[in-house]
T-cell receptor, first 112, second 117 residues
Framework: NAGVTQTPKFRILKIGQSMTLQCTQD?????MYWYRQDPGMGLKLIYY???????DKGEVPNGYNVSRSTTEDFPLRLELAAPSQTSVYFC???????????FGQGTRLTVV | DQQVKQNSPSLSVQEGRISILNCDYT??????FLWYKKYPAEGPTFLIS?????DKNEDGRFTVFLNKSAKHLSLHIVPSQPGDSAVYFC????????????????FGQGTILTVHP
């Protein structure tokens, strides 16, 4: 079982560029989440999804977009990258909303 | 406003001794609490959780205590081992009055635990 897989692991973007962070899980979990972690801080929720076709905003959604067309995939789109989006991004999934979430290894993004 | 706080950025403990990591929260609607462990360059890994209807939960060397009146929880690791050296995050779920949280987690800042041989 691969669990939660994120690609790429590292990326450097120039200001104003766009990119998509990929996330896929093979555990047939309905719930999926995107978090970001800034240095010395805890993780903050960007977006989440409770099933295919259903997404909603978390605590820090500005500058991001998501889609959920399948149970397995939950890509995170950055439009017009800004230095404030330099962070480590974690995708997670859970079987039910109140059980523990399984996290991917993270994507370290630097915007210069 | 930080709803989950871990006021100790770091903790250093001798191998074999007890490690106690603390966490405070402000939102009385939180009803489920979790601890995650994180190694460098890896994602957080679930460690142990506790529901607000309990005040203690044990799993091997790990015990979580919840004091709802004080809005405080703690993680005890006994005995501590060098492999326990990692960043520990406290997280809370719930907090949506009249609605479900769908497992959305609010995290503390983390505590770096170092266990010396």
């Amino acid at each position: 079982n691969a669990g939660v897989t994120q690609t790429p692991k590292f990326r450097i973007l120039k200001i104003g560029q766009s990119m998509t962070l990929q996330c896929t899980q093979d555990m047939n979990h309905n719930y999926m989440y995107w978090y970001r972690q800034d240095p010395g801080m805890g993780l903050k929720l960007i977006y989440y999804s409770v099933g295919a076709g259903i997404t909603d905003k978390g605590e820090v959604p500005n500058g991001y977009n998501v889609s959920r067309s399948t149970t397995e995939d939950f890509p995170l789109r950055l439009e017009l990258a800004a230095p404030s989006q330099t962070s480590v991004y974690f995708c997670a999934s859970s079987y039910r909303g109140t059980t523990e979430a399984f996290f991917g290894q993270g994507t370290r993004l630097t915007v210069v | 406003d930080q709803q989950v706080k871990q006021n100790s950025p770091s903790l250093s403990v001798q191998e074999g001794r007890i490690s106690i990591l603390n966490c405070d929260y402000t939102n009385s609607m939180f009803d489920y609490f979790l601890w995650y462990k994180k190694y460098p360059a890896e994602g957080p890994t679930f460690l142990i959780s506790i529901s607000s209807i309990k005040d203690k939960n044990e799993d091997g060397r790990f015990t979580v205590f919840l004091n709802k009146s004080a809005k405080h929880l703690s993680l005890h690791i006994v005995p501590s081992q060098p492999g326990d050296s990692a960043v520990y995050f406290c997280a809370a779920s719930g907090g949506n009055a009249g609605g479900t949280s769908y497992g959305k987690l609010t995290f503390g800042q983390g505590t770096i635990l170092t266990v010396h041989p």
